[in-house]
């Protein structure tokens, strides 16, 4: 590995019709692979991490950018109604020929640091590489499922959801969507609050890399007292695919039976016998809602969000709980932000969290397997079984299991 010695980092707002914000836009395109932004989709890109107010930060060599960061505030839901700012990291690029010289650690160690100094409990990322950010303390904390539901003649929902479906213009999710996934957001356990350019392409509008797609279309769920509570947006796969399919872009429900209500709307759709949608919550209740089991194949199972705890006592205490107990964790961290033991006494829903490193713990984890166990959304036993939680004390991984679990299902459906 090289040095970064030669190169200069430097960290500025994003902002519109600046050379430097278009430059650091099409750096990170060419890292990804996508074609060079036309002056339209650099002028949209720019507004979308202006609106999020990403920090972008550039590693450059001479005049040259060598590689690409981004980190931007966000809320993670922990808890019904308990919102945690976090720290996102996102856009990270290098160029190939700078590549393995330390930059990107140099990047996000500079980064945790100051999301550390500003209170921020939590850092989180989404990856392209499910090899990269490990050894930065992070681990999966939620993950989504890739399903395919069968909708011939033979489908059938075991109880009729409340409410009902209508067709809508996939534009006026521009405004209704944020107003459901507002409500999404504030139940599950896990959720990360949607970006700004998530609804050009929920909606089907021109996105930061595609033109507009009219072959998006959308549906809302309504409530019995006429209230929107859910939406769809989906997309026919055309006719020379076999069965004939809808792909899901979006679905969000404020709550279960809405949910139930979408999917029942999606299975009745005319000449189509499969609905594929890629970020199904894990742990699907469509399964236990329909009359055939099996007609809901799981065709992939992909992380979603990777946590990083930066500070143990405020991120475990800010969480819900449902019951009470104590258990003793050790925490190793290479990186030192969560380093040490700290006693936990769960009562009324609510933690405290003392450090004490005098204390003999009951489990021990390093601190990736920290950000998976902080939502509850793994559970202990099973990472005791991988050795990646050590038990020290009789059926501690059960007594973890019981004192983490999540008040609501973990999930979340925000890809940044
Ligand atoms: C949150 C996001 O934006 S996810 C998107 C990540 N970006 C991409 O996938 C775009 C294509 N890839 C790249 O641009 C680069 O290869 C990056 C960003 C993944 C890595 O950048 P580099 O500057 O080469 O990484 P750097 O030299 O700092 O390496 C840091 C460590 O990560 C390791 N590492 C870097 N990339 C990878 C990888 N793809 N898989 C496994 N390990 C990796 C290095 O070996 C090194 O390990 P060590 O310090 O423990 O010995």
């Known amino acids: 590995m090289g040095s970064t010695d ?20 099409q750096a990170e395109r060419r890292g990804f692979h996508d074609t060079r932004a036309t002056d339209e989709q650099l002028a949209r890109t720019a507004d979308h991490l202006v609106t999020d107010r990403r920090q972008l930060t550039g590693a450059y060599r001479g005049d040259e950018l060598a590689a690409t960061f981004a980190a931007f505030e966000s809320t993670l839901n922990v808890g019904p109604n308990t919102l945690l700012p976090v720290s996102l990291v996102s856009n990270v690029t290098v160029r190939p020929t700078h590549r393995r010289n330390g930059i990107l650690r140099r990047m996000m160690t500079d980064h945790l640091r100051e999301a550390a100094a500003a209170g921020l409990a939590i850092a989180a990322l989404t990856v392209s590489e499910a090899t990269i ?19 011939d003649a033979r489908f059938r929902m075991l109880g009729e959801p409340r409410g009902r479906c209508e067709l809508i213009e996939a534009a006026d999710l521009a405004t209704l969507g944020p107003q459901v996934f507002a409500a999404f957001h504030a139940a599950h356990p896990g959720s990360v609050d949607r970006h700004a350019a998530t609804w050009n392409r929920v909606t089907g509008a021109a996105t930061e890399k595609d033109d507009a797609n009219p072959g998006v279309y959308a549906a809302a769920h309504y409530d019995e007292a006429g209230q929107v509570d859910g939406y769809v947006s989906y997309l026919f796969k055309g006719w020379d695919t076999a069965p004939q399919t809808l792909e899901v872009i979006d679905l969000v429900a404020a709550d279960d039976n809405a949910y139930l209500g ?8 005319d000449l189509v016998e499969r609905i594929e949608w890629e970020a199904a919550p894990a742990d699907d209740p ?8 099996r007609s809901l194949a799981l065709t992939g199972l992909e992380d979603l969000l990777w946590i990083r705890v930066l500070d143990v006592v405020a991120a475990f205490e800010a969480r819900a709980y449902v019951g009470s107990g104590s258990m003793v964790l050790q925490v190793t961290d290479a990186l030192g932000y ?16 003392t450090r004490d490193d005098s204390a ?27 050795g990646q939680l050590v038990q020290h004390t009789p059926n501690a991984a059960l007594r973890v299991r019981a004192l983490l679990a999540p008040v609501a299902s973990v999930y979340g459906s925000t890809h940044f």
Not at 340 to 353: E, I, K, L, P, S
Request: aromatic residues 16%; glycine residues 8%.
């Open 360 to 386: 003999a713990p009951d489990v021990s984890v390093e601190a990736p397997t920290l950000g998976s166990l902080y939502l509850g959304g793994v559970d202990a036993v099973t990472l005791a079984a991988a």
């Open 286 to 293: 469509l399964r236990w809602a329909v009359d055939n089991w």
């Open 6 to 25: 030669d190169y200069s980092f430097r960290t500025f707002p994003a902002a519109a019709a600046d050379p430097a914000t278009n430059t650091w836009i």
């Open 262 to 269: 979408l999917w029942e709307f999606l299975a009745s759709v």
């Open 338 to 353: 969560a380093n040490g033991t700290y006693r936990f006494a769960v009562a009324d829903g609510q933690a405290t969290v």
């Open 133 to 151: 950010y490990r050894r930065f303390g992070f681990g999966v904390a939620t993950w989504v499922s890739h399903v395919a539901l069968t909708t």
